[in-house]
């Protein structure tokens, strides 16, 4: 069964730390792997991954996969109070049906001022 | 605005009610998805819609029923639901292909209590 774990579940942390994020995963047919912010709302799109070794970067967040050892970390530098928000892993699955995501259950993270 | 629009955003219903809620993508994508969101649970992906054909149904018991359409509208469809059925229902679109980026926009769900 296809399987995607996050950890930690919930961090708490203060202005300015700087915060890693991990997703592991174990499916058939990988395609791509996915980073979404969900503050209380729609989640929104982050990262799109599909190489091992590159890192995606936005601002204070990046992201790589390692698609040997089979993960990705999401970090975020000098964290501010709005990035507290859940974030979402997900792993896309291409089969004979089309494409599907598979979700993490999600960190929340807290960042205190 | 991510570009998909869901109806209600709020809805309490009775178990003995029929009701649905609607979900619009204005994108141009092909496929259209529903998931339900718990707390403290994965979002479970319910149905799958690529070209208003159903290619996936993950189980969902049969009083969540479905309807596409056409590529820009999807429906979910509710009767005799449970209290357990609450939870926060979304729907995403993408432009699902080999080929192209499949990342999926979300639209700001529907927040579903079953009394």
């Known amino acids: 069964e296809d399987k995607v774990v996050q950890s930690p579940l919930s961090l708490v942390v203060h202005e300015g730390d700087t915060v890693t994020l991990n997703c592991s995963y174990e499916?058939?047919?990988?395609?791509?792997l996915l980073w979404y912010k969900q503050e209380k709302k729609a989640p929104t799109f982050l990262f799109m991954l599909t190489s091992s070794g590159i890192e995606k970067k936005s601002g204070r967040l990046s992201s790589i996969l390692d698609k040997k050892e089979l993960f990705s970390i999401l970090n975020i530098t000098a964290t501010q109070t709005g990035d507290s928000a859940v974030y979402l892993c997900?792993?896309?699955?291409?089969?004979?049906?089309?494409?599907?995501?598979?979700f993490g259950q999600g960190t929340e993270l807290s960042v205190k001022p | 605005e991510t570009g998909v629009t869901q109806t209600p955003r709020h809805l309490v219903m009775g178990m003995t009610n029929k009701k649905s809620l609607k979900c619009e993508q204005h994108l141009g994508h092909n496929a259209m998805y529903w998931y339900k969101q718990s707390a403290k649970k994965p979002l479970e992906l319910m149905f799958v819609y690529n070209f208003k054909e159903q290619t996936e149904n993950n189980s969902v018991p049969s009083r969540f029923s479905p309807e596409c359409p056409n590529s820009s509208h999807l429906f979910l469809h509710l009767h005799t639901l449970q209290p357990e059925d609450s939870a926060l229902y979304l729907c995403?679109?993408?432009?699902?292909?080999?080929?192209?980026?499949?990342?999926?926009?979300f639209g700001p769900g529907t927040r579903l209590t079953v009394l």
């Open positions: 995403a679109s993408s432009q699902a292909s080999r080929l192209a980026r499949n990342e999926q926009f």
């Open positions: 499916v058939t047919n990988f395609r791509s």
């Open positions: 997900a792993v896309e699955v291409w089969g004979n049906q089309g494409g599907k995501l598979i």
